[in-house]
C-alpha cells in the first residue's frame, strides 16, 4: 500500500523544478547551505494551501499551480523565523514553535506534535502513518545517522509526504521531500534504534475554537 500526499510540484516555465522546495534555489550562499529547516516550513505552509482555502492565506503566491519565483519568496519569509546560527538549525522545538508562530501571524492558530524519541521502528512508522493518513505531511530532522546510506542526511531537515507498507514483504518505507526530490528510504534503516542515531520529528494540526 502506498499513502502519499498530494504534494507541491513546483515549476519554473512550464518545466518541472520540484517536487517540494530546494535550499538550493536560495540567492544567498548562506542560505542555500543552512535553509533547509526553512525549506521544510514553506513546504507544510505550500501543501496547507492546496488543501483548504482557509489556509491558502499561509502561502504568498498561486497554490493552484507552484512557481519556483514565488516559492522561493515564501522560502525567504519563512528564513526571517528559522534563522540559522553558526550550528545551523537543529531544534526541533523551537522550529515547531516557529512555525505556529508563522501560522498565527498569518491568522492560523496551530500546534505541534512533536516525537524526539521512540522505543522502536514500528512506533515511528506509526506515528508517520497516523499524521499521513491524517493528512499532516512532517518535518523531519536528521541529527546524526550512522547508516552510510544515509550519510547526506546529517543535520539536515527534510519533509515526509507519504509511506509505503507491504505486510507479506515485510516492507515499510518512507516517502520524502528533500532538495526538491522524491525520495524513498527504508524506513527500518531511517528509525533504527541505535544511542547513534538522533531523528526527530514534527507535524501540525489546526486548532479549531469552534
Known amino acids: ?64 499551480s507552484f512557481n519556483q519565483i514565488e516559492y522561493v519568496q515564501v522560502m525567504d519569509e519563512m528564513f526571517t523565523y528559522m534563522k540559522p546560527n553558526i550550528f545551523g538549525y537543529p531544534y526541533i522545538h523551537k522550529f515547531s514553535e516557529q512555525f505556529v508562530k508563522f501560522c498565527g501571524e498569518h491568522g492560523v492558530k496551530m500546534e505541534a506534535r512533536i516525537i524526539k524519541k521512540y522505543r522502536s521502528t514500528e512506533e515511528a512508522f506509526q506515528f508517520v502513518k497516523e499524521q499521513i493518513d491524517a493528512g499532516q505531511p512532517i518535518a523531519l530532522l536528521v541529527l546524526f545517522h550512522r547508516a552510510r546510506q544515509l550519510k547526506d542526511d546529517n543535520w539536515h531537515w527534510m519533509t515526509i509526504t507519504g509511506y509505503i507498507e507491504d505486510n507479506e514483504k515485510n516492507i515499510t518505507q518512507i516517502i520524502r521531500s528533500n532538495y526538491g526530490k522524491r525520495e524513498i528510504v527504508d524506513a527500518k534503516v531511517l528509525f533504527e534504534i541505535h544511542n547513534r542515531n538522533i531523528v526527530r520529528m514534527a507535524s501540525f494540526h489546526i486548532i479549531n475554537e469552534n
Not at 523544478?17 to 535553509?35: D, I, L
Open 1 to 64: 500500500m502506498i499513502k502519499e500526499l498530494k504534494f507541491p510540484i513546483i515549476y519554473n516555465k512550464n518545466i518541472k523544478t520540484g517536487y517540494g522546495g530546494n535550499q538550493e534555489w536560495f540567492g544567498q550562499n548562506w542560505k542555500r547551505q543552512a535553509g533547509c529547516g526553512s525549506t521544510s516550513g514553506a513546504n507544510l505552509v505550500a501543501y496547507y494551501a492546496t488543501v483548504d482555502t482557509s489556509l491558502a492565506k499561509l502561502y504568498k503566491g498561486n497554490s493552484i
